[in-house]
């Protein structure tokens, strides 16, 4: 059996006029879309747009919830309740249930946004309180985790369903967690450098950090930001670099426990 990996990446971040990212070019490559909820960035009627794109072209639909900070497009640390937090995850993945229900579709996986997400891959205690109440409102939602971090761990722990995701456009440090932004070469630009990379890490089924390092994990799926300015030109890049190694494309199945 050959081997698979999803390749997702994070749209429907415009905002009435203002427009982020080119979402209809992704679409056309990726298999799975995280779609903003209204929060960090995006509005109902990029959310119901997006959604119907990605059904019309076969996409995975997943929640992409993040704080509540347009402003900082949700990139800002913020400090919250835990109870609060719970409903900011309810709130958002509600609203994408119910927009891609009306689009005749439905939400399949559920990934955290920005620094909400940077913050629970390190804090199991937010990272449980974010998944118990996404998995209240359905069960069988696969929740997208950052591979190898304090995620992963509370996942295996709650026995949901689960994929592990690494980033074609990020640089990580040796203890599984990426770069912060505000360092040189955090973000990776170079598509020419993104394939080759993505793909020595798919075939080793590990993450290889900035030192050079292994980190052996599951990795069944691959982000791509899609605010980043070459995101369409790496989105191929990297799904051509994993054909040609091999691999098959295609939306992820999720694991259990």
Known sequence: MSKTVDLNADMGESFGPWTMGDDAALLEVVSSANIACGFHAGDPDVMAATMARARDHGVGIGAHPGFDDLQGFGRRRMQVPQDTLANLIRYQLGAAQGMARAAGTEVRHLKLHGALSNM???????????????????????????????????????????????????????????????????????????????????????????????IPTAIDTICLHGDTPTAVELARAVRRALSEGGIEVRAFDGRRG
């Open 120 to 214: 629970a891959s390190v804090d199991h205690a937010m990272a449980r309180a974010c998944y118990e109440a996404a998995l209240e409102l359905d069960p069988d939602l696969i929740i997208m985790v950052l591979a190898a971090t304090a995620m992963e761990e509370v996942v295996r722990e709650l026995g949901c369903n689960w994929c592990g995701e690494i980033f074609a456009d990020r640089a990580y440090n040796d203890d599984g967690t990426l770069v912060d932004r505000s360092l040189p070469g955090a973000v990776i630009h170079d598509p020419a450098l993104a394939g080759p990379r993505i793909l020595q890490m798919v075939q080793e089924g590990a993450i290889i950090t900035e030192s050079g390092a292994r």
